[in-house]
């Protein structure tokens, strides 16, 4: 995906040192940066320090730049490599395994979920909890059942909270997600599956009040 036609005359700018041009791409992307960068490492401040890394390698390699990607993949591939670099030295991360494998024979959904006989065979036994009761209660409890969902996400494995930090949270394609991790098309939809699967019934099991369920 080569850069777009606004990221063409960002770039440019950028090129120029146009000082309001860099800010701009700050304040777009560090957020997002930081965190990727955090499913990497060990710690906010590793994280920060990573991003800081970051922009200087993007500093440093705009005239590099071929534009054979966005500009976005561009960057977000810098800090991928800072972060890999990051947290081999550190040694405080977990390698990137590109089908994480660290649960790879585990099924996505609990099989107890599904019935084992009858004419229903393989069907639903527990369906999944709908996620789009706005109960005046659900409601109140948002702000908590987010807490819950950043605390479900960071227990995911490092591949598959890199996945879903890309796509659901920072909003990139499968192809930036793929240009950024260096992973195939079916990798990327595998682990994004699973990552989903898991957050899900973390989810799940705090909505239906059983929080302490490991």
């Known amino acids: 995906m080569a850069p777009t036609p606004e990221e063409s005359t960002l770039l440019q700018a950028l090129r120029n040192g146009d000082e309001a041009a860099f800010a701009l791409l700050v304040d777009r992307y560090h957020g997002q940066l930081l965190r990727l960068a955090m499913a990497f490492v060990a710690s906010r401040a590793i994280a920060e320090e990573v991003v800081q890394e970051t922009w200087i390698g993007v500093l440093?390699?705009?005239?590099?730049?071929?534009?054979?990607?966005?500009?976005?993949?561009?960057?977000?591939?810098?800090?991928?490599?800072?972060?890999k670099t990051r947290g081999v030295r550190e040694s405080r991360t977990v390698p990137f395994s590109p089908l994480g494998n660290d649960d790879a024979d585990k099924p996505s959904v609990d099989p107890t979920r599904f019935l084992t006989s009858g004419y229903f065979v393989d069907h639903w036994a527990s369906p999944p909890t709908p996620w789009d009761e706005?109960?005046?209660?659900?409601?109140?409890l948002s702000k908590e059942c987010g807490q819950r969902l950043e605390q479900a996400i960071e227990a995911l494995p490092p591949a598959q909270r890199q996945v879903l930090v890309l796509r659901d949270v920072d909003g990139l394609s499968s192809e930036e997600?793929?240009?950024?991790?260096?992973?195939?098309?079916?990798?990327?939809?595998?682990l994004l599956h699973r990552a989903r699967s898991r957050v899900r019934r973390a989810l799940e099991r705090y909505l239906e009040g059983d929080a302490s369920t490991p």
């Open 177 to 190: 997600v793929c240009n950024v991790l260096a992973l195939s098309e079916t990798n990327q939809r595998v």
């Open 134 to 140: 706005a109960t005046p209660e659900r409601l109140l």
């Open 60 to 83: 440093e390699g705009l005239a590099r730049f071929e534009g054979r990607s966005s500009l976005k993949t561009w960057i977000f591939r810098i800090l991928t490599n800072q972060a």
